[in-house]
T-cell receptor, first 110, second 113 residues
Framework: TQLLEQSPQFLSIQEGENLTVYCNSS?????LQWYRQEPGEGPVLLVT?????EVKKLKRLTFQFGDARKDSSLHITAAQPGDTGLYLC??????????FGQGTRLTINP | DVKVTQSSRYLVKRTGEKVFLECVQD?????MFWYRQDPGLGLRLIYF???????EKGDIPEGYSVSREKKERFSLILESASTNQTSMYLC????????????FGPGTRLTVL
């Protein structure tokens, strides 16, 4: 059973469009992280959200943590080919573990 | 620059072989992790270690063991490799547990024939 469900699993859109990726759970997390992974590399942290309702912006990327700290979203405005990659959400559960979602493979076509 | 290195990018082994995957971090991090990554399943935690000679089982430890003799090095061992262990293996480290940033190595793609 996947504790964190990401949707969609695959997304292919044209350059300039907007998109939202969702990360949902029935569990409460103390914090939630978003990573991006490019081919042949390990995941790299984009952001950590800690407070329920928190919104963080990273240039064209907007991250939101749900009020109940069970879900999160990533919104990309005016997507660019450089945004292509695998996006992973990960929730902090317990003292030492992260639980990862299945990932969203995003392709931005020029 | 923080760095996590893994001993091999690609590895091909035969069923029944003993396989060692090595991971080294240069950040003096206490915590180190081994994950496997499979399409549609995300990253699943195999083992982690929060101190030298300490280890904890993750979500899928069966068929694997680990060793942490030095702070900077965390090894994953497949005692008798099987075809269902064909996967991408990722090592990570973090300064603090749980909600802290995890720094990942580039991964080892292991194929067991």
């Amino acid at each position: 059973t996947q504790l964190l469900e990401q949707s969609p699993q695959f997304l292919s859109i044209q350059e300039g469009e907007n998109l939202t990726v969702y990360c949902n759970s029935s569990s409460v997390f103390s914090s939630l992280q978003w990573y991006r992974q490019e081919p042949g590399e390990g995941p790299v942290l984009l952001v950590t959200v800690v407070t329920g309702g928190e919104v963080k912006k990273l240039k064209r990327l907007t991250f939101q943590f749900g009020d109940a700290r069970k879900d999160s979203s990533l919104h990309i405005t005016a997507a660019q080919p450089g945004d292509t990659g695998l996006y992973l959400c990960a929730g902090a559960q317990g003292a030492q573990k992260l639980v990862f979602g299945q990932g969203t493979r995003l392709t931005i076509n020029p | 620059d923080v760095k996590v290195t893994q001993s091999s990018r690609y590895l091909v082994k035969r069923t029944g072989e003993k396989v060692f995957l090595e991971c080294v971090q240069d950040m003096d991090h206490e915590n180190m992790f081994w994950y496997r990554q499979d399409p549609g399943l995300g990253l699943r935690l195999i083992y982690f270690s929060y101190d030298v000679k300490m280890k904890e089982k993750g979500d899928i430890p069966e068929g694997y063991s680990v060793s942490r003799e030095k702070k900077e090095r965390f090894s994953l061992i497949l005692e008798s490799a099987s075809t269902n262990q064909t996967s991408m293996y990722l090592c990570a480290s973090s300064l603090l547990p749980s909600g802290d940033t995890q720094y990942f190595g580039p991964g080892t793609r292991l194929t067991v024939l």
